[in-house]
């Protein structure tokens, strides 16, 4: 089973940006398909990015294409998620999770860490 820590969350104003990593340990992180999804106050689970089991595919939810970039350190076992023009809609606990599927992402995943809150001021 692999288990996975995220950091990096914070209090940003809107427009800045934050670097969130996703440290892995036990069975290898890369054997599964990798991303983040987040959950805001009294919403649904939201998925916001995933990369294929190689690291050579990504895709991104309409909401955070553009702004945000997802990428792997397989070497270290980390995923991170570059957030860049960062809006108060992006206010949210952010999970890195470890999914059977790539795509769709959130329908067969394995394993999610405890989560980051990130906070977007206006």
């Known amino acids: 089973q692999v288990q996975l820590v995220e950091s990096g969350g914070g209090l940003v104003q809107a427009g800045g940006s934050l670097r969130l990593s996703c440290a892995a340990s036990?069975?290898?992180?890369?054997?599964?398909?990798r991303g983040w999804f987040r959950q805001a106050p009294g919403k649904e689970r939201e998925f916001v990015a995933a990369?294929?089991?190689?690291?050579?595919?990504?895709y991104y939810s309409d909401s955070v294409k553009g702004r945000f970039t997802i990428s792997g350190d397989n070497a270290k076992n980390t995923l991170y998620l570059q957030m860049n023009s960062l809006k108060p809609e992006d206010t949210a606990v952010y999970y890195c999770a470890a999914s059977r599927s790539y795509r769709p992402f959130m329908d067969y995943l394995e394993v999610w860490g405890q989560g980051t809150l990130v906070t977007v001021s206006s």
């Open positions: 036990g069975r290898t992180f890369n054997s599964f398909a």
């Open positions: 990369t294929s089991w190689s690291g050579a595919s990504t």
